[in-house]
């Protein structure tokens, strides 16, 4: 023990304290020291009382290889030697309202005397808030970047704030991007959540760019799209004469993936038989082709996805509890689009100019009130509904930029003479569209689920979308 840092100290008696009978919570700490001890930014997970819990050794109060106090000490107490806490602090706004995905000092006017920046809560198994990651301003570059959030291109032009594909320069997506750079190179599994259209895919795209596991497969399984027997001989493989039409052995993908990534997008959609497999996978590193009894090896680090509460799941015994802390130990929510409005002139540029490389068209200006309806517009499809908007506004624009009339259609003027069944036709399109929108809201983007919950086939509600814009 005397050659223990300050920080592993902190870990070991303030994790046992805050953890016992919690796998979750554990899990989660344990993955944060595991990432964190690899980066040279402060990274510190506090108590609800503001205790230590970790501190990784650029955070450590007595410096890297200074040693000072082995019990575990109050952040205030440590980094500046008061007994109170600071008048600014994002824990303690983290602590105090239960609901936030982050809280940056940025967004408040201010900052802590100690250098806190942003705070994440990390929440227990019964979905309360038990701990607090948080980063300091050492912390601000983003990945990739060095210590700023963008670089400039050639020419001196700055390139859009992001990372990889993604960009973005709202307070939420800055707080996405710190902890893609914390998760990228961790062995752990990542649980992305977020609405349907958030960017969930290229998100896991990104973190596995980021990794040393970036020369390597990445694939991309639709676990809603397939049915069971046929998900289960994708990912695992089987061999000849399993099932009938299995006349060759064939392998899986994820021993197609191996020293690679997978990501399971929709998770939330497999069956409690194909999730204990899933389980023995994440648990053993191995898997068994269908119809075999050898197990065989594969090194793959899972990233699944879902845009359902996998906990209310969990709790209606709809998802295997013990498979979901398998996945969830680093959980990264991706915020909607109405959440980082600020975000939509860089991805509306982004997207005209995409769609104006791709259609071989010059590149189209956007007016600036057609800027600004993109804006306010409500997106209930999010990022890929926007994009498609763009698209169709790019092929079918005639001018040099792009007009209010393009991107949303003519205005619709009614008629002279409103006969009673187009009286009728108007007055049913005005009650369907916002009901459609409450039950994909309610499905959590899943048409199926809505089609179901509207009592209509998946093809009608299809063409009510395109009819209403909301594709």
């Keep these: 023990m005397t050659a223990t840092t300050t920080a592993e100290l902190w ?128 912390s601000r570059g983003m990945p990739g970047t060095g210590n700023s959030v963008t670089q400039p291109e050639e020419g001196g032009i700055a390139a859009p704030p992001g990372i990889g594909d993604l960009i973005g320069q709202s307070t939420p997506m800055r707080q996405l991007f710190e902890m893609i750079r914390l998760v990228a190179d961790s062995q752990a599994t990542v649980l992305l959540q977020g609405e349907s259209g958030t960017g969930k895919e290229l998100v896991a795209r990104t973190i596995h760019q980021l990794s040393y596991r970036r020369e390597k497969p990445f694939v991309v399984v639709d676990c809603g799209s397939l049915p069971e027997s046929l998900l289960e001989s994708e990912l695992f493989g089987h061999v000849k004469g399993a099932f009938t039409g299995a006349v060759l052995s064939k392998k899986g993908l994820f021993e197609e993936a191996d020293g690679g990534t997978v990501f399971l997008d929709e998770i939330a959609d497999t069956s409690g038989h194909f999730q204990s497999k899933l389980l023995r996978v994440l648990q053993e590193g191995e898997i068994k082709p269908v119809g075999s009894n050898k197990c065989v090896k594969v090194n793959v680090r899972v990233i699944s996805a879902t845009n359902r509460d996998l906990l209310e799941l969990v709790k209606a015994k709809a998802f295997r509890e013990d498979l979901y802390y398998r996945l969830a130990v680093l959980p990264l929510s991706l915020p909607p689009l109405r959440e980082r409005r600020e975000d939509i002139p860089l991805l509306v540029r982004r997207f005209v100019e995409q769609a104006c490389e791709r259609h071989r068209k010059a590149l189209l200006a956007v007016a600036s009130e057609v800027m600004q309806a993109l804006v306010e517009a409500p997106w209930p499809g999010n990022i890929r509904e926007l994009q498609h908007a763009i698209e169709r506004a790019v092929v079918t624009a005639s001018g040099p930029q792009l007009t209010h009339r393009d991107v949303f259609g003519p205005p619709s003027a009614p008629p002279a003479d409103a006969d009673l069944r187009s009286v009728t036709r108007k007055a049913m399109q005005t009650a369907e569209r916002p009901r459609i929108e409450e039950a994909l809201r309610q499905a959590g983007g899943n048409r199926s689920r809505a089609a179901r919950a509207l009592k209509i086939s998946r093809a009608n509600l299809y063409n009510k979308l395109r009819a209403y814009h909301l594709v």
């Design 11 to 138: 870990v070991v008696k303030g994790t046992r304290d805050m953890t016992v009978g919690d796998p979750v919570l554990l899990a989660r700490v344990e993955a944060l020291r595991l990432l964190a001890d690899r980066v040279s930014d402060q990274v510190v997970v506090l108590g609800r009382d503001h205790t230590i819990l970790y501190s990784n050794r650029p955070g450590c109060p007595g410096g890297e290889g200074r040693p000072v106090s082995p019990h575990p000490a109050r952040c205030y107490e440590a980094l500046l030697g008061r007994s109170q806490p600071c008048a600014v602090c994002p824990a303690t706004k983290v602590f105090e309202s239960g609901d936030v995905r982050a809280v940056s000092c940025a967004t408040d006017g201010g900052s802590s005397d100690c250098g806190m920046l942003q705070a994440f809560p990390l929440r227990s198994s019964q979905g309360d808030v038990a701990c607090a990651l948080v980063l300091f301003e050492t």
